[in-house]
């Protein structure tokens, strides 16, 4: 025990010294509180951690501040980072039980992921969803991914792999109840097979002056494989500067509302396939229900469909949304520097007929909060009872066909909370009308 106590404190002190853990000083306090805790062979409660770490009194009520839950999930995720990068090599790892703060020391068992990485790169870090480049370090390192493109990488290759099996499992009461919902029984009670598309970020390289890829490059405009070789066809120069690399990522959040969409879904025992944006074919707009689950900057080829018959568009970034209307503008502040407070996300929700008797279900977000408050609110019954209620056309015996803008209250990468701000009709021939249609039949 006294060993094990002496590794726990010995790898909290590697963390703090990397970095990971950031400048703030309260995660630090966290994770050694938490490791004395645990050297002592004990799970401390949520109100002495607030007491002892953040200095609360003991008035401190944790069923009214979730404060204590909200920096115990993000140290969380800090320490998947760490051993995903700085800690790769270590053969034991610290692991914070979810449901109690209570740390460990595990061995890391390597995954097995169901992608490649070109030979040629070594070390990618990358913001999550960022618009231009991502720098590539020199290939003398062992490879890995950042932490979004591998929890990306293995939510749709995992669940594409293993999704028949999870698929058949008897679904929950509260599943069943949500899938009954009008919302969702439009895709669910029928033949049609289901098609989850997951909003990825398709990276291809750019060369230096030797020739070796030097930068990841991402670019809004080149979704796919295709889209850079039509760059490249425009531009025969490109060839030389830009490589294709077969890569793409994911953001962070996808991984947690894959698995709550993902949870209604399977109450059916019809096909459900996932795939990424960049492999989605202009086919599937016809031969499946549609259900997107991403960023709305990775809405990709259904970004025209989604705001064609909608009061929002897209405003300066993918970060906000104007209201055509009102000219309110939408603005995510979860693209800021990061900061111990809380910041405003937005979740969309738009569902709509499709053109071969299909429908659509967009679940998306400016950043991660709001995609994962989305994905909750999908799949949760009261939130569930609230969008039906609230959606403008809840009296119509037609498909839904409707948009819900929410406001969401994001602490890191963590949805707390959220309000309507906005919510519509969709004239869905107005969608599927005209030079539109044509230009994606």
């Known amino acids: 025990m006294q060993a094990e106590a002496q590794l726990l404190r010995e790898q909290a002190q590697k963390i703090a010294s990397s970095g990971a853990l950031g400048r703030s000083?309260?995660?630090?306090?966290?994770?050694?509180?938490?490791?004395?805790?645990?050297?002592?062979?004990?799970?401390?409660?949520?109100?002495?951690?607030?007491?002892?770490?953040?200095?609360?009194?003991?008035?401190?009520?944790?069923?009214q501040d979730s404060m204590v839950r909200v920096y115990a999930h993000n140290l969380r995720q800090k320490l998947e980072h760490y051993y995903a990068t700085d800690g790769r090599r270590e053969p034991q790892q610290i692991a914070l039980a979810r449901g109690e703060y209570r740390v460990s020391l595990t061995p890391v068992v390597e995954p097995v992921l169901p992608v490649s990485v070109p030979s040629a790169l070594s070390q990618v870090t990358a913001a999550d969803a960022a618009p231009q480049v991502v720098m590539v370090a020199p290939a003398a390192r062992p490879r890995w991914l950042?932490?979004?493109?591998?929890?990306?990488?293995?939510?749709?290759?995992?669940?594409?792999?293993?999704?028949?099996?999870?698929?058949?499992?008897?679904p929950s009461p509260s599943a069943?109840?949500?899938?009954?919902?009008?919302?969702?029984?439009?895709?669910?009670?029928?033949d049609?097979?289901?098609?989850?598309?997951?909003?990825?970020?398709?990276?291809?390289?750019?060369?230096?002056?030797?020739?070796?890829?030097?930068?990841?490059?991402?670019?809004f405009n080149v979704g796919s494989?295709?889209?850079?070789?039509?760059?490249?066809?425009?531009?025969p120069k490109l060839a030389t500067k830009y490589m294709d690399l077969d890569l793409t990522y994911l953001p962070t959040g996808s991984a947690f509302a894959l698995v709550d969409v993902l949870r209604v879904l399977y109450t059916t025992t019809k096909p459900v396939h996932v795939v990424s944006m960049s492999e989605m074919s202009d086919a599937d707009l016809k031969s499946?229900?549609?259900?997107?689950?991403?960023?709305?900057?990775?809405?990709?080829?259904?970004e025209d469909f989604v705001f064609a018959s909608s009061s929002l568009?897209?405003?300066?970034?993918?970060?906000e949304l104007r209201n055509t209307e009102t000219g309110e503008m939408y603005a995510s502040e979860a693209g800021m520097p990061e900061t111990n407070r809380n910041y405003r996300d937005y979740a969309l929700i738009s569902t709509f007929p499709g053109p071969g008797g299909n429908q659509f279900l967009i679940v998306a977000g400016t950043r991660d909060a709001g995609m994962?408050?989305?994905?909750?609110?999908?799949?949760?019954?009261?939130?569930?009872?609230?969008?039906?209620?609230?959606?403008?056309?809840?009296?119509?015996?037609?498909?839904?066909?409707?948009?819900?803008?929410?406001?969401?209250?994001?602490y890191g990468r963590t949805n707390l909370d959220a309000r309507l701000v906005h919510s519509g009709k969709l004239n869905y021939p107005e969608i599927w009308g005209g030079n539109l249609l044509r230009a994606h039949d």
């Open 288 to 302: 499946s229900h549609i259900v997107y689950l991403g960023y709305i900057s990775g809405l990709g080829k259904l």
């Open 225 to 235: 494989r295709a889209d850079l070789d039509e760059l490249m066809k425009h531009d």
């Open 313 to 319: 568009a897209i405003g300066y970034t993918y970060d």
């Open 192 to 219: 049609m097979p289901i098609l989850v598309v997951v909003g990825d970020y398709y990276i291809f390289g750019e060369r230096d002056e030797h020739g070796e890829v030097d930068r990841l490059v991402r670019d």
């Open 372 to 410: 994962m408050q989305a994905a909750h609110a999908l799949s949760d019954p009261m939130f569930v009872k609230t969008i039906e209620e609230a959606r403008p056309e809840a009296k119509s015996t037609e498909p839904p066909s409707f948009e819900m803008l929410y406001e969401v209250t994001g």
């Open 25 to 63: 000083r309260s995660y630090t306090r966290l994770l050694e509180f938490l490791v004395d805790c645990g050297a002592a062979g004990r799970a401390p409660k949520e109100l002495e951690i607030a007491m002892e770490v953040f200095g609360k009194g003991a008035d401190f009520d944790p069923s």
């Open 146 to 170: 950042p932490m979004a493109a591998m929890l990306g990488l293995l939510v749709v290759g995992v669940l594409i792999g293993f999704g028949v099996a999870v698929s058949r499992e008897p």
């Open 176 to 190: 069943a109840a949500i899938a009954a919902s009008p919302i969702w029984k439009t895709l669910l009670n029928d």
